[in-house]
């Protein structure tokens, strides 16, 4: 059950793909360099591998408890919570001045792999507290900012996001709950939502509940939301806790996975209305909140390249050990290791394949938000900003979609075994099915990469993006032997089918919605898997120029590489088939409501 | 969580494209014509539609117990069984002789998809039954037929099949169980053996194991395993029952799904040896094995369609009464049915599409099964036994990892309810993982499909199959409409994909075995894909024939057809791609073990 970071890959794709040297040149990031990464990394792969990991199977066996309005944490995690605190992991990529390290978001991000990976369901506590961080920062007064961000970052304190209702799930323009105002510049909220991570638990002193409501006089729809500041205890002017607010957990849910999570139902204003201020303009949480989504949505992607990466290792080190059946080859007379068999093979370098690209994928896009947050140069910053908003949709939804695949070829390589939940591999393949879903669903994921990221500009960061894989394309041309020529050949058709299919959304998005929507998910994840590919095209070039000094760790990158050209990257041309079939009233959409 | 068995859905496969009226055509069975399957198939979904699917839930949350050796079923278990049992359904297919139906393979197919779509872990009791009886009837004596079979078939005594043992999974050449003959024609017998479903419980009488052993002089591997009937009480001449034999569950499993059905460890001889006797001869039980996991396999094949069909059923309710979000079409100013959202559209044409082609396929591969028993001519039956045994690895590996994806877009397509347990769409998503393991994993089936069923005709099946898809779509080609036009386009790529494979198998199964063994699963998948795509287009065209008689019901038809070509087909050629890349050293194969 243990988990080793993998700390020499993660500085691979950070120093190769990811530009870590760039991070330094950076205005507040001079310390950011290599030597700072990996002592960051080497200190948070202890506490991953030593306190949370041997944590995480307990915490599935005994799941957190509800009783009489309070939340009990599954054993052992209250104290882990605090040796988290106390190394000060929440602030790693927070502003040194609200107590934070400052670091960049591309050192962050490989932390956030490593939370995860160990305990996926402890991770999400600080991953929404994350959420709270980011809210208030960007939309908060001063006053509220030296409030709240220094206790959420020290751990004192835990945030929570609270947008869902029992009728307002993905569609936030159905949110019902109320925020009256009270004449001396705080509202009492009314309502109930539900879904609440870490929405109540015994962790932290407070909780600090960042809420959607609608003011009396607000307009319909999602333009008439706005994001209020509702802490469990209420806070004096000197950052003491006073009263318990009128907010409370009625329950929680019996989930499929992340059992150690508490997902609560939280009841505002039973008893004469919780106390909350507002944050930042009324009217304008939906966009607050959106901000915030966006780093949000990029942690959950991040939860699917940790939760494959713990897959595959745990089948990795079964299929090593577990003997059945001689070699098909005839090498051997006996018995060997389950590792010798081909399909054993094939399942776990697709589950390496799959975890090194979206690992690739994600990092790249981290550095390119710092580059986007960082840049003295007003211009690059929007062009790097550009880059990352489209990568979002595609690591959350890309990610999280294949750590579902890659859980169940995690199950399958322990045959029998992985079925018996002793094993633990079925526990991530539970785990990783709410990744997809939450924070947004794969298909809201897909629309806001057809709306807001492919349409608004007419598909021009795409097409940047394409004139860079058609570059990777022709450095590879260079290089000799049967993997480079495979990556080229399925790397190039990768690119025509993504160049094709954006293509056709840009064209279709106006005239025949339905069809360019139907296709929307096809689209995501064609695009993860050639903007993948393309890393992973990548690291072979950067692997190729440095073998001599490591044969055995780069060649398995070039070898790893061959088998993502190979096995992942001809689904593209399924998948442009797929998208570019469909027209409205044929096909996907005939079917009529009433045949299904 | 209801179930309405798909009748008409069912009848259509049956008579289109399974040749039901054939079937009275063959030698015993000249009244199991179409009133005959109707009359079946609206009995059975009687009982299990009121019965066994209401209990389906229950026996999830109330896993079977065990304490102190005995193992009390789920909550209702009992009653149910003996309303299974009274209804005469476990003898459906067996012979009339031994107290059974009589009935095809091809109307039993359509009753154990209802048994299982209802309730997987209750169907499994009948299922190792009816391989006990398979087993029986294949190799064992007259009078173990007469004291076993018809107690069977009655559902008084139930059976099992104890294959594995803790070193011995998928390589049964392992298996260390002991059998020492007594000189009175008994064997005592010695050993552990696990994962034994519905292996020890309180719903019938006597519970009839049939056990793997070595007797002492035994060769070493598969060619010294004998096959033993132990029954956990012993069975006097004249049928009743006598003392309790030396056989005892020490312990049931703590599972991912299917929690109803006891998965027992059984401890052979701890108190002087479980009597047992030999069935057949000696050293040729794997022989028996086969033949009875041929059925077996088939019926697992099954429980993927059935738990396919569930999960599409519940998601498609779910998604009519689900209101959430505006349509992307600008159609209504309100929010709508989820199942107007294009994405939606598409996950829920996905399982139906899916568990319509793997259902169209399993028929159609029982109907040759009948063929092959049944038919007059013993060229005939060899000819069609062939195409039966070529499809079984396909329809257990096809149907039952598509069974994966179809219950994990089940959950997705109810969003976030989907991942608490109470919602009933997470068991299917757990119930259905094991699925692609027992009766031999996937890559079982797929060893199976390149070396028994490729190899050793040197793909005459294969292409014979080919031949019939080629002139399918010549018949395509003679209709008009966008339908008409995808599918002869996306069936004929497949059938090159398929005929490309095939070569590459034949060609390179000796000298290049890793490579051939690493596409196995790849070559599985795109046989069924292509051969229920195949199904699907002659469903397409039957349906055309009749489109005026019932325009909804066909034109349903029609575009589900049209959806699986556009959708699923395109799947075939990045599997070719996938499977003749490969080659030994090379990309699959190229990282070492200490590489992983």
Same mark, same amino acid.
């Given at each position: 059950?243990?988990?080793?970071a ?9 120093q190769? !793909?990811?530009g870590?040297e760039?991070?330094?040149g950076l205005?507040g ?6 030597e700072t990464a990996?002592?960051v ?9 030593e306190?949370?990991a041997?944590l ?9 408890t509800?009783?009489d309005?309070k939340?009990?944490a ?5 104290d882990?919570?605090?040796q988290?605190?106390a190394?000060?992991w929440q602030?790693?990529q927070?502003p040194?001045?609200y107590e934070?390290q ?12 490593m939370l ?11 991953l929404?507290?994350d ?9 908060? #007064? ?8 220094p206790?959420?970052?020290s751990g004192n304190w835990?945030?929570?996001m609270?947008?869902t209702?029992p ?6 323009a !159905?949110?019902r709950t109320r925020?009256?105002p009270?004449?001396?510049?705080s509202?009492?909220i009314?309502?109930?939502k ?5 929405g109540?638990?015994?962790?932290a ?5 960042l ?6 006089d ?13 802490p ?9 806790l ?5 907010v409370?957990?009625?329950s929680?849910e019996h ?11 939280l ?10 201020h !507002?944050i930042g ?8 909140m ?9 942690a959950v992607?991040m939860q ?8 595959y290792q745990k ?6 050990e ?8 005839g090498?051997?007379k006996?018995?060997?290791?389950i590792i010798?068999h081909?399909d054993?093979?094939r399942m ?14 994600a ?9 986007a ?5 007003q211009?690059?910053?929007?062009e ?5 908003e489209y990568?979002?949709p595609?690591?959350?939804g890309?990610?999280?979609e294949l ?6 070829l995690?199950?399958?390589?322990h045959?029998?075994m992985g079925?018996?939940e002793?094993t633990?591999?079925?526990q ?10 939450y ?5 809201i994921q897909a ?8 349409l ?7 097409k940047?993006l !394409?004139?860079d894989?058609a ?6 041309k260079q290089?000799?032997?049967a993997?480079?020529?495979?990556m080229?050949?399925?790397l #190039?058709r990768?690119?025509d089918?993504l160049?094709?299919?954006v293509a ?9 919605p339905n ?6 998910v ?8 050639v903007?993948g590919g393309w890393q992973m095209?990548?690291?072979?070039l ?5 073998l ?5 760790f780069?060649g398995?990158?070039?070898?790893t590489?061959?088998?993502f050209?190979?096995h992942?990257?001809p ?13 409205d ?10 045949q299904?």
């Amino acid at each position: 059950m243990s988990y080793a970071a993998p700390i020499k890959d993660m500085l691979f794709v950070m120093q190769e !793909l990811a530009g870590l040297e760039d991070m330094a040149g950076l205005p507040g990031f001079e310390e950011a360099g290599l030597e700072t990464a990996q002592a960051v990394l080497e200190e948070s792969s202890k506490l991953c591998g030593e306190v949370l990991a041997p944590l995480n199977v307990e915490g599935d066996r005994n799941p957190s408890t509800w009783k009489d309005g309070k939340v009990t944490a599954s054993p052992g995690f209250a104290d882990a919570f605090r040796q988290f605190a106390a190394g000060g992991w929440q602030g790693v990529q927070h502003p040194a001045e609200y107590e934070g390290q400052g670091l960049p978001k591309l050192i962050g991000t490989a932390c956030i792999e490593m939370l995860n990976a160990s305990n996926l369901a402890f991770a999400l506590c600080p991953l929404l507290t994350d959420g709270a961080i980011e809210a208030l920062l960007t939309a908060g #007064s001063e006053e509220q900012k030296q409030t709240y961000v220094p206790r959420l970052i020290s751990g004192n304190w835990t945030g929570t996001m609270n947008l869902t209702e029992p009728q307002a799930g993905s569609d936030l323009a !159905l949110v019902r709950t109320r925020a009256e105002p009270q004449g001396d510049g705080s509202y009492r909220i009314f309502g109930t939502k539900i879904f609440i991570t870490w929405g109540e638990h015994d962790m932290a002193d407070n909780i600090v509940h960042l809420v959607l409501a609608r003011t009396p006089d607000a307009p319909e729809g999602v333009k008439g939301i706005s994001l209020f500041v509702v802490p469990k205890f209420l806070v004096h002017a000197d950052g003491s806790l006073g009263e318990r607010n009128d907010v409370h957990c009625v329950s929680i849910e019996h989930k499929l996975g992340i059992k150690a999570s508490p997902t609560a139902v939280l009841q505002f204003g039973d008893h004469g209305g919780a106390i909350g201020h !507002l944050i930042g303009e009324e009217n304008r949480g939906l966009e607050y909140m959106f901000i915030m989504m966006n780093a949000a949505r990029f942690a959950v992607g991040m939860q699917g390249v940790a939760i494959s990466d713990r897959a595959y290792q745990k089948a990795a080190a079964y299929a090593k050990e577990r003997v059945q059946s001689r070699p098909v080859d005839g090498s051997s007379k006996q018995a060997v290791s389950i590792i010798h068999h081909p399909d054993v093979r094939r399942m776990l370098s697709t589950m390496r394949a799959l975890t090194e690209g979206s690992r690739a994928l994600a990092y790249v896009a981290a550095a390119h938000s710092d580059i986007a947050h960082h840049h003295a140069d007003q211009a690059k910053r929007a062009e790097h900003l550009a880059i990352y908003e489209y990568l979002v949709p595609i690591v959350k939804g890309w990610s999280t979609e294949l750590s579902v695949d890659v859980t169940s070829l995690g199950v399958q390589v322990h045959g029998g075994m992985g079925f018996i939940e002793e094993t633990g591999a079925a526990q991530y393949y539970r785990d990783a099915r709410i990744l997809p879903i939450y924070e947004g669903t794969t298909a809201i994921q897909a629309n806001d990469l057809v709306g807001r990221k492919t349409l608004r500009d007419g598909g021009a960061v795409a097409k940047a993006l !394409l004139a860079d894989i058609a570059q990777t394309v022709e450095a590879l041309k260079q290089h000799k032997g049967a993997a480079f020529a495979s990556m080229q050949k399925h790397l #190039s058709r990768g690119h025509d089918a993504l160049q094709t299919t954006v293509a056709f959304v840009v064209a279709n998005a106006k005239s025949d919605p339905n069809a360019v929507f139907a296709g929307s998910v096809a689209y995501l994840k064609l695009a993860g898997i050639v903007l993948g590919g393309w890393q992973m095209a990548r690291a072979m070039l950067a692997a190729q120029a440095k073998l001599d000094n490591d044969p055995s760790f780069y060649g398995a990158k070039i070898a790893t590489a061959q088998f993502f050209a190979e096995h992942v990257l001809p689904q593209a041309v399924a998948l442009e088939a797929s998208i570019v079939s469909t027209k409205d009233g044929e096909g996907m959409l005939a079917l009529r409501e009433d045949q299904f």
